[in-house]
């Protein structure tokens, strides 16, 4: 069975600061990893895509992968209210569906 | 970037009626498109991967005559939620993937009510 785990928070973190979101995966064969971002009754949107190891980033968002540990995380620089949501951790291989995580909620506090 | 068109957006109807719902990829050929469920507060629950021009693969517990999928073309899926009940209201989403190893990307969802 293909897992993805997150801790599904609420993670809360003051306005200004880092929010780090973790994520493990159980598929050893999983070449291909994503962030989406998901406000409550909206439909996810793609934030990172990550493909190799090491860090990788976008603006205010660094994905970061560790393919022999196993484990993605996303680090949110200089966290605004806006960036409150639930974010996706997926991975896949090929064309295959996206195995999604239950998701972390982000809340960050003005 | 990769653009995912989902319609309608609401759907209100009786129980009984069929709802289709259509996903296109508007700037890129999908070669499998993907349809989810996702009832209030619970993850994402893929329902089918389907491939243009051959049957859909339905997950595990999916109703195959219930929730029927036709991808006719690279730009088009459609789902079809025959004799819906209430039981079937729930946010509908597709995705769409343009090829190996590229991201999925979503349609804006259907949120669907049966009374």
């Known amino acids: 069975q293909k897992e993805v785990e997150q801790n599904s928070g609420p993670l809360s973190v003051p306005e200004g600061a880092i929010a780090s979101l973790n994520c493990t995966y159980s598929d050893r064969g999983s070449q291909s990893f994503f962030w989406y971002r998901q406000y409550s009754g909206k439909s996810p949107e793609l934030i990172m895509s990550i493909y190799s190891n090491g860090d990788k980033e976008d603006g205010r968002f660094t994905a970061q992968l560790n393919k022999a540990s196993q484990y993605v995380s996303l680090l949110i620089r200089d966290s605004q209210p806006s960036d409150s949501a639930t974010y996706l951790c997926?991975?896949?291989?090929?064309?295959?569906?996206?195995?999604f995580g239950k998701g972390t909620r982000l809340s960050v506090i003005a | 970037g990769a653009v995912v068109s989902q319609h309608p957006s609401w759907v209100i109807c009786k129980s009984g009626t069929s709802v289709k719902i259509e996903c296109r990829s508007l700037?890129?050929?999908?070669?499998?498109m993907f349809w989810y469920r996702q009832f209030p507060k619970q993850s994402l629950m893929l329902m089918a991967t389907s491939n243009e021009g051959s049957k859909a693969t339905y997950e595990q517990g999916v109703e195959k005559d219930k929730f029927l999928i036709n991808h006719a073309s690279l730009t088009l899926s459609t789902l079809t939620v025959t004799s819906a009940h209430p039981e079937d209201s729930s946010f509908y989403i597709c995705s769409a993937i343009g090829g190996v190893a590229q991201p999925q990307h979503f349609g804006d969802g259907t949120r669907l009510s049966i009374l």
């Open positions: 700037d890129f050929q999908a070669t499998t």
């Open positions: 997926a991975g896949n291989s090929g064309n295959t569906p996206l195995v």
